[in-house]
């Protein structure tokens, strides 16, 4: 789940979570990445790093509380990467979390 998880409300996103591990096999590992913030929050907001500057709903997550998220739907937290993207329009740290059951 690359740049996904964090286009559902926290509430909606814990839904989500909770049927995927309900669906995952038993030794199965879900990989998912988001930015990393300085704030947990969520709202709509314009996309500023794309041509056409749509508003969309967005949850910003922190490292911790991006964590969080998946030990509350009974995840086990198995390895944690990073990965920078740095260009001439983003500049962005993403975190790489790797669950299972």
């Not at 996309?47 to 998946?70: C, G, M, P, Q, V």
Request: a positive charge; aromatic letters at 12%; glycine letters at 2%.
């Amino acid at each position: 789940m690359e740049a996904v998880i964090h286009n559902f409300p926290i509430e909606e996103a814990r839904k989500l979570l909770s049927l995927i591990h309900k669906w995952l096999k038993e030794n199965g590992i879900l990989i998912c990445t988001t930015t990393v913030a300085k704030m947990d929050f969520e709202g709509y907001e314009e996309k500023k790093d794309y041509k056409s500057n749509i508003k969309r709903f967005r949850h910003h997550y922190t490292e911790d509380a991006f964590e969080e998220l998946f030990k509350k739907q009974n995840f086990k937290v198995l390895d944690k990467k990073y990965k920078e993207e740095i260009d001439d329009t983003r500049n962005k740290l993403w975190q790489i979390l790797y669950v299972g059951k």
